[in-house]
Every structure is written in C-alpha cells, then in structure tokens.
C-alpha cells in the first residue's frame, strides 16, 4: 500500500454499480452470515445471561461479582478477545466469532434481565402471594410481562452492538459483511466496503426498530400510559 | 355460595368464619426478641377485628400469619375449628380476600382482568367470572368504564376500591386488610371507610385490619386488639370500652389525652339516655310551665303540638302574656336553630349547640319531636351516668 | 485472510521459531525504533485526544441542555441511535473521503468513528449527573443569592461530579478497546501486532498483542479509579456510592 498507489486508487469511486449487480450473490450471502452471527451470538447470550440473572436474583451475594466480571469481559478489546480464541479454536471457527460476541451481550442482558424483575413492586409481589398464586406461576404471569419491558431494552441494544462487533470478526475471516469491508480496504477497491458498512448500519437501525416494536406488542399496558402522557 | 374453598370438607368452607388465634408466637431469625408473644384472640364471624398498635407491634406479622404468608413459630391458628396449618397455603390464601396498602394490582392487566385474578385460578367459566366482576364493580362503586383501563390509569381511591373488588372476587368469608388505606389522601380514606362499613353491612365478612391509626380503627372497627411491641396484647374491647375504660398506662397514653374527645365521634345521639328537657304541648298551662322551668332550672322552654316541635320561647316573656290573658300559643316564638338527627354524632351535636348558640338541639326523628341534646347532657352520657 | 506468512515491509518481523517470552520480554522488542513503545504512545496519543476533544464537546452541551432545557427526548433518541453505529463501519466509509483529500488512511477515519464513540456516554452522563440534582438543592442555591453560572459549577457540577467521571471513564475505556481496529484500517497502534500475527500465522504475535490491548484498556480503567480518588471529595464520593448502580 505505497502512497503514489493509494493516490490512483482513490480515485475510484465510493460504489460501483455494477460491482453490486454482478457480486449480488456475494453480498446476499455476508448479509445472511452477519444475520446469523448476530443471532448465535444473541441465542447463547440470552440463554447464558437468564442463567446467570436468575443466580443473581436468588443468591443477592453473586450480584456484585456477576457484574463484575460481566462488566471486565465487556471492556475486553474486541480485536484482544478474537485473538485470544483464534489459537484455541482456530482462525477460521464460527466458534472463534460466536463466543466473543454472545460474552459482550452479557453485560446488558444481565443488568437488564435482573433491573426488569427487580422493577417488579414488592406490594404486587405480595399481592400475588397472598391471592394464592403458586411461585412458578407468579413468575410466569406476573413478573415476567412486567420485566419485558426491560429484558427488551437489553436484547435491543445488545443486538445493535452486536451487528456493529459482528464486522470486527472479519479480522478472523468470519464476520459477514465485515469481510466485504476489509475486501474493499486491502483491494482499495471501495464498492464492497461501502456496500458492507452501509448494509451493516442499515441492518442495525432495522433489527432496532423491529425489537422496539416487538416491545411494545409485549407489554401494551405501556403503549397505553405512554399514549396518555 | 360455596365455591370460596374447592376442599367440600373444609370446614372452613362456608360463608362466615371465625378466626381464633391460640398462643400464637413468631420469632423471626436473627431477632432476639418474639415479633409476636403467645397471642392469643377471638374473631367473631361477620365482625371487623381492627390490629391496632406502634410499628414493630408485630400487627402486619399477626395479619400475615393468618394467610400463612408467615408461618407462626408456634401456637395455632383456626377458622372455624380447621387449623390453617392442616390447609395447603396457596388453596387457604384463594379462599382469603388479602388487600394491602399499596394495593399491589398488576399493572399488567385489566382492572376487569384484575378483578378476576382468584376466580380465573379456581377455574370459574369466563361468563361466570364476567357476571362476577360487573356486580363487585357496583358493589364498591366504581365505573364500568374503568374495566378495560390498565392501573396506572386510575387515582389511589380507585385503585384501592379495585383492591377490595379483587380480594372480595371469590366470595372470601376472611377479608385480611393490612393498612389498606394508609396510602390515600385523608378525604378519600374517609369515604373509603365509609364505604367499607356500607359494604360490610350488605356482605357481612370476617375482616381483620391492620392500622397504625386510632381514628380509623375507632370508626371502622366493632372490636380493637391493641397490641404493644412484641405482639403483646395490651386490651381487646369495642372502641367505646377501649376510650372509657382502658386497661392500662400503655391504652391510655395510645388512644390519646383527648379520648374523650374521640368518644364523641364514636357515639351516636340516640345512644344518650332519652331526655325530653324544658318541654310542654302547646296547650299547657302557665302553672306547668312555671314548675318545668323551676325542675329544669332554665330560662327557655320548648313548645310542641302533636309531637311537632314549634319553637322556643323565653321564660321573661310569660308573665307580660298571662297578664295579657293570653296563653301560651301567643308567646313569641323563636325556631329552633340546631337540630340533629338520632344518627348523628354527638360531636356534630355539640358543633351544632356551639354554633347556633343556644343551649340546646332538638332532636328530629322522621319529623317528628324526639327530645333535646344539651352539653350538660353529653358529659353525663359519656360518663355513663343515667341519673 | 492470511494469505501471506511473510512480513510485508512495514509490518512486525519476528521469526516463527522465536517463542512469546523470548519475544516479549525482549529489552529490544520494546525500544527499538518501530517497537512496542512506539505503537503504544501512537495508541495513548490518539486515545488522549479523542477523549480530551469529547469531554470539550460533550459536557457544555448537555450541562446546558440538562440545566435550561428539556432534553429528554434527544437524549433518549441518542442513546439508541448510538448503539446503532458501529466504529468500524463508520472508519471504513470515511476512508475513500480521508484519501481522496490527500490525508491518508490516518489519523482522521478513525478518529472521527472513536469520537462519534465517545461523545455518547459522556453526553449521557452528564446529562444525568446535572438533571439528578435534586431541584430543592438547586431552589436552595438559587436563594442564597448565586448566579445560574456559578449553580451549575459550584452546585450541579459538584454534586454530580463523579457520574460525570464515570461517563468519561466508560468512553475512555470504550475508545482504549476499539483503537486496535485502526490497524485494520490502514494505521498502526497497538492492534499491528494481532493484525500481523495473523496476516503471518504468528501466534507469539497475537498473543503479545492481545495482552498489550487488554492491559491498556485495564490500566485506563485503574487510572481512572485513583483520579476519582483523588478529585472527589469524600462527600460526593459517599453519595455517589449510594447512586451507584444507577448510572451504570
């Protein structure tokens, strides 16, 4: 990558059409695999995270170190922690990308996951106790709708920031559209790294509007406060 | 209605109950001293029980373990002669109206849906449930409407009806309140407990309630426990006996200086002895007019005809008319400015005498002349002196 | 993907046989012209300067804004909208732009992408640490005569110094964790040595790098702890403690 190379090969323009039309398949295909990334991601920390909420919230002494290492693993640079499974599992594994990602969402999840039943009021807690419901249905019915609310915030912004890391695993040859991106940057060629950040943002603000609407179909008695304030 | 209990054995299984506690003690871990000591009390059915005490008097613990949301650490508790202990908690609890002060509905749901929270778990048909919901709501008074709004949207009053709507929903015959109006504004607690003893005099539950306030448990209570710290038992008797005669420094200090004062929010007018006062028919004669004012000791006497009073007038005045040679129907008469009813408290009677500044109120009964109030008779009735 | 095991020129040259504490703990390794030292000040430069450059932005704007105005609504509108920009993404698209003004691959690409990243929780938390104040304590101020001027910075600022702090703590650690992409994007930092160890199959490489990233960004979070030490007074790091978990 000499200067007077870079020079010429800025020249060329931010997105080729052609290369879009002729590379569809290509293009259709990252997306699907970034679609997928962020999803295993998401399904593993969503189901490590319930585990690790539901300990929080039984045994109040494992909150602090929960978040503590939740919090440590969330500050861990995403480059250093692809790096760090690419020996284990290999450079190429779906594993090497999946592990990375889902530990990032459990910093939100949990604190969302456990913020939304500790929202629950204690009086509506007793109020189920002393009509007589059992606790695994008090959980189900009650507690549960009042926290989705929050447990939806968390896998919102979980999911986004997924999508944005997803395009980092690229580095370990994963990484859906992230691998468009770095296609583009090593070749100076711009059509598929802009094509690949673009579908990358777009992709974020859908599955954010998609989770948000989610949301409020879940929890309707909000919709209605909301409407009325 | 027996459908509170699904166990037909239950004994329990009925529209009334009475609740007894026997040597009942809690101590909670870690605590070195009993919450509550060796209870021991006598619910009768279809009475309200008020738990009257300090904080840390142990009185929501006592309430508590009546559902078994607390397990007492020993001693009984019954409703009608089956232990609670014999019965599986969440079975005893839906067929136990529980309402607490913040009334605890799930914000998730209907009012209507709230409404029929136990009923829908005892597995009532959707029609059933409905059917029951609507009567509760004019039952407690609140709004059709409001059935399809969510909690948030109403005020505390109406939350707390729909709290007493829910916890009533089964047909409970044990209605447990714990503090339930704590959390309303005093006008709207006000009406509540009116409304709470207008509803207890339709559905005639066992209600034990929990209150850290005198006045409540004086106007809603037929019985008040008053406990001491540690869940001792200072006295059990009707508010009236509990400002009248109250067993000890620790009553007497509780209800307060002024309990006689309070006395005359509890009784009513017609609970004095009845007194009749300075009063003749209109067609009596100066003579007995002259002997009433003397037995009587005052200076105005009272007129009636046909048992309609008609005013007063001036003891100065008589002998100017008789003079006159007129009697006592031309005697100037003055309308009588206060007037109470026999439901009436005799605090409202005493304002009244106070503010119209007479002597005296009469007492009008359907319209009719039904004797005189005066301040003198007040003290001797809350003294219990009939003399 | 790694295509190559040979070191282009300009990238880490360490032969495969030379095993991670050789490397590592190498005096060389470090000092050399080129070496750890380097790549670390390169990273610790613009990390300062991203951070530094957010904190000028960020914090007059949502002082004002919490102090005069209602923000709710931009405020919680930037929280989702943040989230949803990844920093590779946005370095990668100003890339073309940075060459064709004849800038080169850095440091601007990739200095804005790290100050779109920090700006947000900066904002935030000074948006909240000033709203928190409780109108009372602000009421009080008011009616001992101080100006809005010296409200906000004797008052609001003080009490709400450490949520301040930590907010700048969370983007001074979030930028010391996403500068190594920088090395994917045309620059060096400390992220070369992952970059290179890769591009030549160098697992002595990926690890070294991987430790020098990960105990930068803890060291950022330890500095930042005993600046809080040191700048909170024990008043306002007690009420901070009791406020704790909320801002987090």
């Known amino acids: 990558m000499s200067g007077a190379a870079l020079l010429g090969e800025a ?116 109020a189920a106790d002393g009509m007589g419901l059992s606790p695994a249905r008090r959980v189900w019915s009650v507690e549960l709708p009042l926290a989705m609310p929050f447990i939806m915030t968390g896998i919102r912004i979980a999911t986004v920031s997924t999508v944005g890391l997803v395009t980092v695993a690229a580095i370990i040859g994963q990484g859906g559209l992230g691998r468009l991106i770095f296609n583009g940057l090593r070749r100076a060629f711009w059509t598929p790294m802009t094509v690949g950040a673009l579908l990358s943002i777009i992709l974020a603000l859908m599955l954010d509007a998609l989770i948000l609407w989610i949301g409020l179909l879940l929890s309707p008695w909000q919709r209605r406060k909301k409407a009325a304030a | 209605m027996q459908h509170s209990f699904p166990d037909p054995e239950s004994q329990i299984n009925a529209s009334r109950a009475a609740i007894r506690l026997s040597g009942v003690t809690k101590e909670f871990r870690g605590s070195a001293e009993a919450a509550v000591a060796d209870l021991s009390l006598d619910i009768e059915e279809g009475s309200i029980v008020a738990l009257l005490g300090p904080s840390g008097c142990g009185k929501t613990t006592t309430l508590r373990m009546i559902n078994r949301l607390i397990e007492p650490t020993s001693g009984t508790i019954e409703i009608n002669g089956t232990n609670v202990a014999d019965i599986p908690a969440q079975e005893l609890r839906r067929g136990i109206g529980y309402v607490i002060q913040q009334v605890g509905l799930f914000p998730h749901r209907s009012i209507a849906s709230n409404i029929g929270t136990v009923p829908k778990m005892l597995g009532w048909n959707k029609k059933r449930i409905a059917e029951r919901v609507e009567e509760l709501t004019s039952l407690v008074g609140l709004d059709h409407d409001l059935l399809s709004r969510y909690p948030d949207e109403l005020s505390g009053g109406q939350q707390q009806r729909v709290g007493v709507a829910r916890a009533l929903a089964a047909d409970p015959p044990v209605l447990l309140m714990d503090e339930p109006f704590g959390a309303v504004d005093p006008i709207v607690r006000a009406r509540l407990q009116d409304q709470l003893l207008e509803l207890q005099s339709e ?46 420094d620790f009553v007497r200090t509780f209800v307060g200086e002024d309990r006689w004062l309070r006395r005359l929010h509890l009784n009513l007018v017609s609970s004095l002895p009845h007194h009749t006062g300075p009063i003749l028919p209109i067609a009596a004669t100066f003579g007995e007019a002259r002997e009433v004012l003397a037995a009587e000791g005052v200076s105005w006497l009272g007129i009636t005809e046909d048992d309609v009073f008609l005013g007063w007038v001036q003891a100065s005045a008589l002998d100017a008319v008789e003079a006159a040679g007129g009697s006592l129907a031309d005697l100037e008469r003055q309308l009588p400015a206060a007037q109470v009813e026999p439901t009436s408290t005799l605090r409202s009677a005493m304002e009244l005498i106070m503010v119209s500044n007479t002597s005296a109120a009469v007492i009008n009964e359907g319209g009719k002349f039904g004797g005189v109030v005066t301040l003198e008779g007040i003290r001797r009735g809350l003294a219990g002196d009939t003399s | 993907m790694p295509d190559s095991a040979r070191p282009l020129p300009g990238q880490v040259a360490v032969p495969r046989d030379i095993g991670f ?66 920093t590779f993404a946005i370095a990668a698209l100003l890339v073309p732009w940075s060459l064709r003004r004849g800038w080169g691959f850095e440091p601007w690409p990739i200095f804005i992408a790290l100050l779109l990243l920090a700006l947000v929780p900066i904002y935030l938390n000074t948006y909240t640490a000033i709203s928190q104040v409780p109108d009372g304590t602000v009421d009080a101020a008011r009616a001992l005569g101080h100006s809005e001027t010296s409200i906000l910075t004797k008052v609001e600022f003080a009490l709400g110094a450490s949520v301040v702090l930590s907010g700048i703590r969370v983007a001074a650690i979030q930028v010391v964790a996403t500068e190594p992409i920088r090395a994917f994007l045309g620059g060096d930092g400390l992220g070369r040595y992952v970059r290179d160890g890769f591009g030549q199959n160098n697992d002595t490489l990926v690890i070294g790098g991987m430790i020098l990233i990960g105990g930068l960004a803890a060291l950022t979070g330890l500095i930042f702890v005993l600046l809080e030490r040191i700048v909170l007074p024990p008043g306002v790091r007690r009420l901070a403690r009791q406020q704790g978990d909320r801002t987090r």
Not at chain 1, 85 to 90: E, N, R
Not at chain 1, 99 to 120: D, K, R
Not at chain 3, 25 to 38: A, N, P, R
């Open chain 1, 11 to 126: 020249r060329n323009p931010i997105i080729r059409w052609e290369w879009v039309y002729e590379e569809w398949d290509q293009i259709r295909e990252a997306l699907l695999e970034h679609l997928e990334l962020t999803m295993l991601a998401m399904a593993l920390g969503l189901v490590v995270s319930t585990i690790l909420a539901a300990i929080a919230l039984r045994f109040r002494w494992t909150m602090t170190p929960i978040t503590a290492t939740t919090s440590l693993i969330y500050t861990l640079p995403s480059v250093a922690m692809f790096a760090l499974l690419a020996p284990v599992f290999g450079n190429l594994s779906r594993v090497t990308a999946v592990l990375p990602l889902a530990a990032y969402t459990l910093l939100i999840l949990v604190t969302n996951i456990v913020a939304g039943f500790q929202s629950v009021p204690q009086s509506v807690r007793d």
């Open chain 2, 203 to 248: 559905v005639r539950k066992t209600i034990v309630l929990v209150t850290h306030d005198v006045d409540e448990a004086l106007r809603v209570a037929d019985q008040i426990a008053l406990l001491n710290v540690g869940g001792v038992l200072e006295q059990l008797a009707a508010p009236d006996d509990l400002m009248r005669t109250p067993a000890n």
């Open chain 3, 21 to 86: 504490v050789d490397w590592f703990f190498d005096v060389g390794t470090w000092t050399d012209k080129g070496g750890i030292l380097d790549s670390l000040w390169e990273t610790v430069l613009l990390c300062s300067i991203v951070t530094i450059v957010a904190v000028i932005v960020s914090v007059p704007i949502a002082a004002a804004l919490a102090h005069f105005g209602k923000a709710e609504v931009s405020t919680t509108w930037l929280v989702s909208i943040s989230r949803a920009v990844p």
